[in-house]
């Protein structure tokens, strides 16, 4: 009953991820094109380089007028306000100076439209605030870029992950099949009186083992194919195959220098250089700014009416001497936001140099590893063979063979693990240096 069991379970694993899940055929250049076009993580940093245009665009009042427009309407009999009102609208008679009408006028009604216009003509604060708003939304573009670059590399990680997902999967079922061959032949040898009970017990063991093995397998599968639907931003209905297989990629001698033409740096000299003119924003606010202003005022006794009309232009000349010690507080805090930032830069190259370094030794390594573990997979695939023929021949102890077994898909996996390794190692290599 337990072998009946056991069988059950087998084919029922081995029928493998599809059962209730369809294949998704896809290629890495597919899942590149859908990264740029659907990928949140890079909508979210396009909307912020968005943000970050407005911003700048909002500066454009140093510069340009401002307009407002505004209708009122009152009734007063405060004897001022009365007078002034119908002075507006023009509409003063004689009897209207008598001392007794002045003092103590009628309800006066009084509507006034006024179209008004200031106009910048001088602001050296604004100009640099300008300045470093037209920085900072650069510097955002450019970290578009490098955020665009990061998730094109993360998915080409996720893409040779779901590869070395697969891979393993067919290492475990050609391993599968060889020990469902091996209990065979030993089942046969046991009936036969020329096994002892334990030794098949072993083989058992190795198929239940490599069972398991395959079961997490195709856990992996599913998990990667999850993944990268996650991040092209797709629903996770079915499970994705990769159109080619896992193989070693051309290797290329990318530039083994950091650039300082890489977007992420060259966005980090711009929001330092933004806090800079910042903080000499904050200096000028000292001086004085200077500003145009001008307005038209319609006036009359009925609402939306202007029988009466006027205009007033001018221009003022204001600056703040002191405001309590905040604008002395606000350079002092630009300019430490400013040498923070500085030195932010400075320490952000630093590392990125040093995970250069890493990521060149990490190259070497995996190529280094190649070639030992080709080495190794042929060793022991030649060494199975060789016990296999020799355990079929009853010349071979089982446990021999189990650990020859065992040996070649481990070197299999660990030999397809090197080539992923190998093919990350350089397109991160690619990735750091990349202007």
């Known amino acids: 009953m337990r072998i009946h069991i056991t069988i059950l379970l087998m084919l029922f694993l081995s029928s493998g991820i599809s059962t209730g899940q369809e294949k998704i055929f896809l290629t890495k250049e597919e899942a590149l094109a859908n990264i740029k076009e659907k990928n949140l993580h890079i909508r979210l940093a396009q909307e912020e380089a968005l943000k970050a245009r407005a911003a700048y665009r909002q500066t454009n009042s140093v510069f340009l007028p401002s307009v407002t427009a505004s209708h009122t309407g009152f009734l007063t009999t405060n004897p001022l306000m009365a007078f002034g009102s119908k002075l507006n609208q023009e509409i003063l008679t004689p009897a209207d100076f008598d001392p007794a009408a002045l003092n103590d006028p009628e309800e006066t009604r009084n509507f006034a439209t006024v179209i008004e216009v200031q106009q910048p003509l ?15 939304m650069e510097a955002m573009e450019l970290q578009t870029l490098r955020s665009t670059d990061h998730m ?163 221009a003022s000349l204001t600056w703040d001497i002191f405001k309590g010690y905040q604008n002395v507080g606000k350079a002092e805090q630009s300019k430490a936001e400013y040498e923070r930032s500085r030195l932010e830069l400075e320490q952000y190259v630093s590392q990125s140099e040093m995970e250069l370094n890493q990521a060149k030794r990490a190259l070497e390594v995996a190529e280094s590893r ?58 991160y290599l690619q990735f750091l240096t990349k202007e």
């Open 152 to 314: 094109l590399l993360e998915t080409e990680k996720a893409y040779m992950q779901l590869q070395l997902a697969y891979k393993a999967e067919s290492v475990l079922q050609k391993a599968l099949e060889a020990a469902r061959e091996n209990e065979r032949l030993a089942r046969n040898s046991f009936e036969q009186g020329l096994l002892q009970r334990a030794d098949l017990l072993a083989v058992e063991v190795r198929v239940n083992e490599v069972t398991s093995q395959l079961h997490n397998a195709q856990n992996t599968i599913k998990n990667a194919s999850n993944y990268l639907a996650f991040l092209m931003n797709e629903p996770a209905e079915g499970i994705y195959q990769p159109k080619d297989s896992l193989t070693l990629a051309g290797m290329e001698n990318p530039n083994s220098l950091l650039s300082e033409h890489r977007a992420d740096i060259k966005a980090l000299e711009m929001a330092t250089h933004a806090k800079e003119m910042m903080s000499k924003a904050d200096k000028l606010a000292f001086l004085p700014r200077l500003n145009a202003f001008g307005n038209y005022q319609l006036y009359d006794n009925e609402v939306f009416q202007g029988n009466a009309q006027g205009y007033l232009v001018g």
């Open 122 to 136: 001088i602001n050296v604060d604004g100009f640099y605030q300008r300045r470093a708003a037209k920085l900072g």
């Open 370 to 427: 190649l070639d030992l573990s080709a080495k190794a997979l042929e060793q022991s695939e030649e060494s199975l063979r060789i016990r296999t023929n020799r355990f079929r021949e009853g010349l071979e102890r089982t446990t021999d063979l189990l650990m020859a077994e065992t040996q070649y898909a481990q070197k299999q996996l660990e030999y397809y693990q090197t080539i992923y390794e190998l093919n990350y190692a350089q397109a």
